[in-house]
């Protein structure tokens, strides 16, 4: 048996693979985001362990005896996060996540000099690591001057269980610290950021070995001691390793708290003038481009929150039978955005609303506005160029036929639905850590998933939803003007 750990941002999910990769069992525990002030987004790194443990809990209750033949373990996790440990290993601060937007100043400083770009290959976004350490030593100088060491949130939970401070290339893409195409920590990004390679956590891919569980916390775990842990992946290269999505031309979107596009490709390829992100991937030898949304599902919760129904129940008011477009739109920036404003202070907007405005019309605008933002995604990854065949979709909003089909819609590409779509960067986990276990060819274990359902776009509603996008694009410019 082979667990993988996903340590996201509302919960932490843990799954049960075989020998063969079927999915044996899964779990979740919950976890609470703090947001103290505007544009802040936090959580307490204990908060993390004692997910993952009430997780296991759950684990072995479902599984009985199969808990005692794990061999592995892999771990994914929401990326950019930045928790800030002494050298007693005690975080200094809550971690700082990937949606908080507190260090776009710092960013912008950072993005300005050019040797960011050149040789991180990205844009520095106000959620990477980086800019929030600048924050830290511009605001709290005597914090800065304690830091020992800086892990990403899935690298915590590691530390924890190995007492090893290891990270994988894909995670540390995102920190605007690392050579991507070389692989490496960059000493000269880390210097202009008063940092040392020293307190970096070692790199490795994601597919080797990177710690052995302490015999202390296997006992605590209730598992076997020993048991070694995969380097891992960030949430979304691990989603790729669970969706099969490794080679070049392979494509998925992701319709979870925040929305991604992500692209295998088989080489390094920049793309910074269009805000896009360009990763390792968690296999060796292997890349990524990413379009990144900030509130994808994300703003579908707000809306549910705040008039009162679950998702689900507002979903389910749209029915099945896929609406033209909508004459109320909305902008989906709740949080900012990335792909492809790199815009940390822009925030979400409603038009077109009446008197006969109904939470129905709310709800379709919202899937309508993170379907438009998702086309902006396609245009600064694919231009005018070859798109993916198809796409596979995953994320809580990947449960939607409705949004699905829109996406397809808006989008112009097919998207398959996989059966358990959902454990995506759980599965890719424990898919690692079956392959650093066994030293397995990574080709053999990362395969495409049965297909539950494929949703074509509509082409008798296309044409009407492409003028409805190039209205939405004008949207943008004019909140921004004023």
């Known amino acids: 048996m082979y667990l993988g750990l996903d340590v996201g941002t509302s919960s932490v999910k843990a799954l049960l ?30 908060d993390w362990l004692e997910a993952v443990e009430t997780a296991l809990v759950k684990m072995r209750t479902q599984v009985g005896t199969a808990f005692d033949a794990i ?22 601060v809550p971690s700082i996540l990937w949606n908080d937007t507190r260090s776009a100043e710092e960013a912008a400083d950072l993005d300005a000099n050019p040797v960011f770009r050149r040789i991180t ?14 924050w830290l030593e ?3 100088p005597e914090l800065f001057a304690r830091v020992n060491l800086v892990v990403l949130p899935k690298d915590y939970v590691r530390l924890w269980l190995t007492g090893e401070a290891i990270t994988d ?43 052995r569980i302490r015999s202390d916390i296997a006992q605590k775990l209730g ?60 296999l060796p030898g292997r890349w990524h481009q990413m379009g990144v949304m900030l509130s994808a599902a994300g703003s579908l919760d707000w809306l549910a929150n705040l008039v009162g129904q679950t ?21 989906p920036y709740l949080s900012g ?11 979400g907007a409603f038009t077109g609303l009446s008197r006969d405005t109904s939470t129905t019309d709310l709800t379709q605008a919202v899937l309508e506005g993170v379907a438009f933002a998702l086309r902006d995604n396609r245009a600064a990854l694919f231009g005018d160029g070859a798109v993916p065949e198809r796409l596979t979709a995953v994320g809580g909003g990947a449960k939607s036929q409705y949004w699905v089909e829109l996406i397809a819609t808006v989008l112009g590409i097919p998207v398959a639905v996989p059966v358990d779509g959902d454990h995506g960067a759980a599965l890719g986990a424990a898919r690692l850590g079956l392959i650093a276990s066994t030293n397995t060819d990574p080709t053999a274990v990362c395969i495409a998933l049965e297909t539950a359902d494929n949703l074509d776009p509509r082409t008798d509603l296309a044409p009407a939803f492409s003028d409805a996008y190039a209205n939405w694009r004008q949207l943008y410019p004019s909140i921004v003007e004023h």
């Open 71 to 92: 061999k592995g373990i892999g771990l994914s996790g929401q990326m950019h996060g930045a928790t800030i440990l002494d050298d007693e290993g005690v975080p200094l």
């Open 311 to 331: 998702p689900s129940q507002l979903v389910g008011g749209l029915g099945s039978e896929l609406r033209p477009p909508s004459i109320v739109k909305f902008l």
């Open 337 to 347: 955005e990335r792909t492809p404003h790199n815009d940390a202070a822009v925030r």
């Open 223 to 282: 598992l076997p001691p020993g048991i070694p842990i995969a380097g891992g992946a960030g949430d979304n290269a691990a989603s790729a390793c669970g969706l099969g999505v490794i080679d070049a031309g392979d494509a998925f979107v992701s319709i979870g708290t925040s929305g991604v596009l992500f692209a295998a490709t088989d080489e390094f390829a920049p793309n910074v003038e269009k805000a896009v992100h360009a990763f390792c991937h968690s």
């Open 138 to 140: 511009r605001h709290f």
């Open 17 to 46: 693979i075989d020998d063969d990769g079927a999915v044996i069992g899964t779990t979740a525990s919950p976890l609470s985001l703090s947001t103290p002030r505007p544009g802040w987004a936090e959580q307490d790194p204990a």
């Open 121 to 134: 290959g990205n844009m520095v976004f106000p959620g990477f690591t980086a800019p929030k350490l600048v």
């Open 169 to 211: 290339m894909s995670d540390a893409s995102g920190t605007s610290w690392l050579d991507v195409g070389g692989r490496h920590w960059s000493a000269e990004l880390l210097d202009e950021t008063n940092l040392t390679i020293g307190q970096m956590p070692t790199l490795v891919e994601g597919t080797e070995q990177a710690g």
